[in-house]
C-alpha cells in the first residue's frame, strides 16, 4: 500500500492539524507523515510552537513544517494577490512532490485563511489521483475562545467531512505532461490545453464516424446559421429531406452525448457543440469549404 500523508494548512489554530490527525487515524488511515502549510505571521507563530512540540514526542508521527515563500521572500500574510500566488505555488509543489514520490496524499484545508483553502482545492483538481482527499474539520466541541484540546477526547463531536474533488481526467495526472510542471499556472494552461485537445479530437470522432457524409454537411451548414430550407437549397435537397436528416443527426447526438435529459437535444444544441468544430476546420484548411 501507498504511503500516506496528511498535508494540512494552518493558522492560528494549531489543533485542526492534530485532531484531523487523530480524525484520519481512527478511520484507519496509516498516516506517517504530516506536512504543514503556513505562514510567518506573527500571528501563526505560537501555533507553529505548539505543533513543534507535539510532533517532538517519542514516537510522534514525521512533521515539516513548510513555509509560504513569493518573489520576495517568505510570507507574513495571505492578503494580497502575490500573496495567494505564492501561497498556490508552494501549496501545489509540496502535494506535486508526494505525489511523484507515489504517495497518497490527505489534505486538509480547516486551517488558516480562507484563500488556503480555496487554492487547496485548485491544486486538488490539479494533482489529485482518485484515492486522495481533501477534508474539512467540524465541531460541537470547541468554539474560537475556548481551551484548546490537541486531541479528540472521548465524548467530543467531531467530525472530518471529505469535499469532493472535480478531477479533470481519468488518467493520473502524475501520469501525463502536468507532472512535469514546476507552476501551477504553466500546469493550469497545459490542462486547459489538454482539455481542448480531448474536445476536439472526441468531435472530430462523432462528425467523422457517427455521421454519414451527406449527414455531416447538413450540420456543417447548419453551424453556418443556414435554415433549413437554406440548406436545402445548397445540397439540391427538399427542405423535407433536410429535416429528416436533422432529426437523424439529434438521434445520434443524443446518443453521443451520453443520452443526457438535463438539456433535450436541439439544433441549438448542435450548433453550440459543433459551430467552433467546423470553424476551426475550415480555417486551418485557408477558408475553404
Known sequence: MARQVLIATL??????????????LAKGYAIDEVIVVH???EAVRPALAALGRQFAQPGAYGYRPVLVKGDNGPVADIVTE??????????????????????????????????????????AQLLFDEDDRVWHLLSESWKPGDERVMHVR???????????????????????????????????????????????????????????????EVVRLACQGMDNAAIGRQLGKSTKTVANQLTG??????EWRGFREDIPVSRTVLVAEFAGYFAAKRSNEGGKE
Open 82 to 123: 502575490s500573496d495567494t500566488a505564492a501561497l498556490l505555488r508552494t501549496l501545489y509543489r509540496v502535494v506535486l512532490a508526494e505525489k511523484r514520490a507515489g504517495r497518497l496524499v490527505h489534505l486538509s484545508i480547516a486551517g488558516g485563511r480562507k484563500p488556503m483553502a480555496v487554492y487547496g482545492m485548485v491544486v
Open 11 to 24: 493558522g492560528t489554530e494549531p489543533q485542526v492539524v492534530t485532531l484531523a490527525l487523530d480524525l484520519l
Open 249 to 254: 443527426i439529434y438521434g445520434k447526438l443524443h
Open 154 to 216: 472521548p465524548g467530543d463531536r467531531m467530525w472530518l467531512v471529505p469535499v469532493p474533488v472535480l478531477r479533470w481526467g481519468s488518467v493520473s495526472p502524475v501520469l501525463t505532461e502536468l507532472a512535469l510542471r514546476e507552476d501551477p499556472w504553466e500546469a493550469i494552461q497545459a490542462q486547459r490545453a489538454i482539455r481542448r485537445d480531448q474536445d476536439r479530437r472526441r468531435k472530430r470522432e462523432f462528425v467523422e464516424h457517427w455521421l454519414t457524409p451527406a449527414e455531416r
Open 39 to 41: 505562514t510567518v505571521g
